[in-house]
């Protein structure tokens, strides 16, 4: 650094030469000898430092141009997934009805639906199909609604279900074993509208249902919904979506049976079906998966 005078200071240079010798010197006075050179003329003199101003001026330095590296805040990884919340899920629902003959069960829903009732209808294992509505919070509340229907003759007979707590595996099992019992059923679970569901998010949002959890309408808003899965971390009950109506677009989502397939609803008035994430058509309409739990 070079002063006013013309002169080249070493205080740092000295500092480090010489600071072995005050510390095994510790006759030596609080104050300590820095030697300054090479001035215009070639003549050197000696100037005593004050130790504690050099000291501040070290701490200064290092303040500068050591601490803000230490300090700055780590960015995340673009890599890392977006936080979402759970799905809602459904504590107790209330089930109306029993019938052999499918149309009889989607005039039942058609009819529920009309009284502002989110209902939808399913195939049960004993091969009658049911129709159910409303996620309560408690057996006491859905039990007071269904009498409240029942007295006024929008329902004949009613029965409250109450969804278990399953481990993540079991929740998995049940989800593909659920959308399986389908498969052969003509899809009619589209709403009144393509706004509503002729994108066949109706399938899945019951399967998941049925399980105890509230998907959104649409397989857009499904596929806003859940976190992002790369294909070769699929697992059985994630959601695989595709984009049949053009880039850009979630309009086609099925469920994933864990074995390299998916089941699906191909269109409205078709059978639910298991398709291979291969086939040559939905390998190159594939936009992704998410997974919800």
Known sequence: ??????????????????????????????????????????????????????????????????????????????????????????????????????????????????????????????????????NFASRTAANNRAQELLSQRIINDFYVVAFKNYSTADLRNKIVGTAYSFIGIPYRWGGASAEEGFDCSGLTRTVYRLNGLELPRSSQGQWNAGVPVRRSQLKKGDLVFFHTAGMGKISHVGIYDGNGKFIHAPGKGKDVKRTSLNNRYFRKKYAGAKAFF
């Open 1 to 134: 650094m070079i002063n006013h005078n013309g002169k080249v200071q070493t205080l740092l240079w000295d500092y480090h030469t010489n600071f072995q010798q005050v510390v095994q010197s510790p006759k030596l006075p609080a104050k300590y000898i820095v030697r300054s050179f090479m001035n215009c003329s070639g003549s050197s003199e000696n100037r005593r430092v004050d130790f504690e101003k050099l000291t501040v001026w070290l701490a200064l330095v290092f303040t500068l141009f050591f601490l803000p590296g230490c300090a700055r805040t780590p960015k995340k990884s673009s890599l890392e997934p977006p936080f979402q919340p759970p799905l809602v899920s459904i504590h107790y629902t209330i089930q109306a009805g029993a019938f052999s003959d499918m149309e009889n069960a989607i005039r039942f829903t058609d009819k529920l639906r009309g009284q502002g009732l989110d209902a939808y209808h399913f195939i049960d294992p004993t091969g009658l199909y049911k129709v159910r509505f409303g």
